[in-house]
T-cell receptor
Framework: EAAVTQSPRNKVAVTGGKVTLSCNQTNNHNNMYWYRQDTGHGLRLIHYSYGAGSTEKGDIPDGYKASRPSQENFSLILELATPSQTSVYFC????????????FGPGTRLLVL | GNSVTQMQGQVTLSEEEFLFINCTYSTTGYPTLFWYVQYPGEGPQLLLKVTTANNKGSSRGFEATYDKGTTSFHLQKASVQESDSAVYYCVLGGVSGSFNKLTFGAGTRLAVCP
């Protein structure tokens, strides 16, 4: 049974529109993460969270906001979507230790026209 | 800052051939190192991890050795199968005691032909 789920799985948006990507985890992990995946770059960290109510900037936060209303849910928000944000987005959850595994969702494919 | 280098973007092998994927990293201290694998249509999943305490990890026939001297963490498998076709990411984790922020390499796409 999938422990990290994402919705929607595919999304087409228009330039300048608002996009919200949602993530839910049933692992009871404190930490959650949003990454984007682009050819030649692997996965890059956008935002992360230590727990409900917290959000922190990752390596590439510009143009993105995040929201963590509960232990289980973590959203990524594109207030004004741009074509450069066309990508595949992955959510992950994990414990806080440096040796701990992160568990990824299936991804959301976003196309901004 | 932290960085991970995977020079091989694509590797094509026949079944039962030997697999070797290069990975080098740059960081301060002695981090945990991971290999994640991503199958088509799925998110990455952990293949194996190695800490400074154990130096070598293995899983499902794959092996990786943590070499602090050359800052390398190459992945190898003696005999690949078609089901091993996937993208493999070398990943740098945090230093012990720090927050677990992962740094991914660019990935190596493995295609295994029957």
């Amino acid at each position: 049974e999938a422990a990290v789920t994402q919705s929607p799985r595919n999304k087409v948006a228009v330039t300048g529109g608002k996009v919200t990507l949602s993530c839910n985890q049933t692992n009871n992990h404190n930490n959650m993460y949003w990454y984007r995946q682009d050819t030649g770059h692997g996965l890059r960290l956008i935002h992360y969270s230590y727990g409900a109510g917290s959000t922190e900037k990752g390596d590439i936060p510009d143009g993105y906001k995040a929201s963590r209303p509960s232990q289980e849910n973590f959203s990524l928000i594109l207030e004004l979507a741009t074509p450069s944000q066309t990508s595949v987005y992955f959510c992950a959850s994990g414990d806080a230790g440096a040796q701990d595994t992160q568990y990824f969702g299936p991804g959301t494919r976003l196309l901004v026209l | 800052g932290n960085s991970v280098t995977q020079m091989q973007g694509q590797v094509t092998l026949s079944e039962e051939e030997f697999l070797f994927i290069n990975c080098t990293y740059s960081t301060t201290g002695y981090p945990t190192l991971f290999w994640y694998v991503q199958y088509p249509g799925e998110g990455p999943q952990l293949l194996l991890k190695v800490t400074t305490a154990n130096n070598k990890g293995s899983s499902r026939g794959f092996e990786a050795t943590y070499d602090k001297g050359t800052t390398s963490f190459h992945l190898q498998k003696a005999s690949v199968q078609e089901s091993d076709s996937a993208v493999y990411y070398c990943v740098l984790g945090g230093v012990s005691g720090s927050f677990n922020k992962l740094t991914f390499g660019a990935g190596t796409r493995l295609a295994v032909c029957p």
